[in-house]
């Protein structure tokens, strides 16, 4: 059968590293117990404001037609809440309402790429936008942002990666995987090499609220990018509400004239009740759901802690987001062959972080979205696993020691 060339040419996101995913939930299926820290998806209910707005919108029939691009009301929210927490002044034309951020990212692909063009991402990136931008006919160039920098973009390789063909730039911060919040020195740096290349900027700020170290920075606001720069938010990680599947881009106006129309072909305007819950939610707690944030930085503080100083392994403390980062490289495992014997053995599942870029080859991206006392098993179990491997391969701990 033949299909569309840009459908052949996407490979599924992040393919190999689901694997484990995939067989610990055929392992759950079967009745057993696993500890399950892959998808970025969380415990936490969604806020109770927003699930009560959703029952009366849909009591008083709330259930047509709407705007493609979205309810006036809640464009409007987007709009002053935005601007609250950037600084940047938008008016709700500006917002364009979308399924959750990925359909956001999608927009924005479709809206500025021309097949062959090439989108610079530091990697480790977002595992769905090689293949969103691909959608588009796009090139996703991946610029290391490795370990030894945080994390944190090698913005002189981004200018270093532009070409002919380059149209933009995305990135994600805080980051997923990695949690780094980026500075508003390589922010300003990274709109500098687009106003130099008359390059978009397609900032993905899902995890904006959570931050633990430094200050979330909206780079549409510094000073020259709002003429360039797509903001993609959503209420998925911030309000706990991913099955909702509420989110947005904000851009300049032309941009979201264009996006508008394409909205028309695209979703044809998102569930009205779940549009009207998403004004409650982003009311009410316009800083995230109420304690999530707290909640994800004893999470973080529990594993981190209970990780470090184990032989052959080493928490990243995340900077910001909802993961922790664990380096397996001194157990000579793969990132791989780790994660499938700490699920097989001691029944967690993490994701080999592998697939989100060449920075991350060797680590586990384990998610904090479980309770608290199962985090704190999980860290117990994976602590556990790594010693067994370093009295196996018969290493004293103090030679770890020495190798980290
Ligand atoms: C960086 C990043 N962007 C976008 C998304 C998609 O979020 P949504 O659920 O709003 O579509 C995710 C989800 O994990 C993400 O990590």
Same mark, same amino acid.
């Given at each position: ?5 840009? +459908?052949?040419? &996407? ?8 694997? +484990? ?45 709407? =705007?493609?691009?979205? @309810? ?21 034309? *500006? #917002? ?5 951020? *990925? ?23 977002? =595992? ?26 090698? #913005?002189?390789?981004? $200018?270093?990666?532009? %070409? $002919? ?17 980026? %500075? ?32 979330? #920075? ?38 979201? /004239? ?13 569930? %009205?009740? +779940? *549009?009207? $819950? ?6 009410? @707690? ?39 980062? &664990? ?30 870029? *060449? ?10 979205? /479980? ?10 179990? +994976? ?22």
């Amino acid at each position: 059968m033949r299909f569309a060339s840009r +459908i052949s040419s &996407l490979a599924s996101p992040g393919k190999s590293g689901w694997h +484990i995913h995939h067989v610990a939930k055929k392992m759950i299926q079967r009745g057993e117990e696993v500890i399950l820290l892959t998808v970025g998806d969380s415990d936490f209910a969604s806020p109770a404001g927003a699930v009560a707005a959703a029952g009366e919108s849909l009591a008083r029939g709330r259930t047509h037609y709407t =705007s493609s691009a979205g @309810e006036r009301s809640l464009r409007d929210r987007i709009a002053r809440w935005h601007t609250g927490r950037s600084g940047q002044k938008v008016d709700a034309d *500006q #917002v364009i309402v979308t399924i959750g951020a *990925q359909n956001a990212l999608l927009t924005a692909a479709l809206c500025l790429l021309d097949p062959g063009d090439e989108v610079i991402v530091p990697e480790p990136m977002y =595992s769905t936008y090689p293949g969103t931008i691909a959608t588009a006919g796009g090139i996703a160039v991946g610029v290391p942002s490795p370990a030894e920098n945080r994390f944190h973009p090698l #913005v002189d390789r981004m $200018a270093a990666a532009v %070409t $002919a063909r380059t149209r933009a730039v995305f990135l994600a911060t805080p980051n997923n995987p990695t949690g780094a919040v980026y %500075t508003l020195d390589e922010l300003n740096a990274v709109g500098s090499i687009c106003r130099q290349h008359d390059l978009w900027l397609v900032s993905d700020e899902v995890y904006g609220s959570l931050v633990f170290e430094g200050t979330h #920075v909206s780079a549409a606001a510094l000073p020259g990018l709002a003429d360039r720069t797509v903001t993609i938010g959503s209420l998925s990680k911030s309000h706990a509400m991913t099955g909702w599947r509420l989110g947005w881009m904000i851009a300049p106006p032309p941009l979201a /004239a264009v996006a508008a129309s394409l909205s028309g072909y695209n979703t044809y305007g998102i569930p %009205t009740f +779940i *549009q009207d $819950a998403a004004v409650v939610a982003l009311e009410t @707690e316009p800083e995230g759901a109420a304690g999530l944030k707290a909640a994800y930085a004893k999470r973080r503080r529990r594993m981190c802690e209970a990780l470090e100083g184990i032989p052959g392994i080493a928490p990243h403390w995340p900077e910001g987001g909802m993961f922790v980062m &664990l380096d397996v490289r001194l157990t000579n495992l793969t990132s791989h062959d780790f994660a499938a014997e700490l699920l097989r053995e001691y029944g967690v599942a993490t994701l080999p972080a592998d697939d989100f870029g *060449q920075s991350t080859v060797g680590y586990l991206r384990i998610n904090l979205g /479980a309770p608290d006392d199962l985090i704190e098993e999980a860290a117990k179990r +994976i602590a556990a696993y790594a010693r067994e491997l370093a009295k196996r391969r018969n290493v004293a701990p103090s030679e770890y020691a020495a190798l980290q």
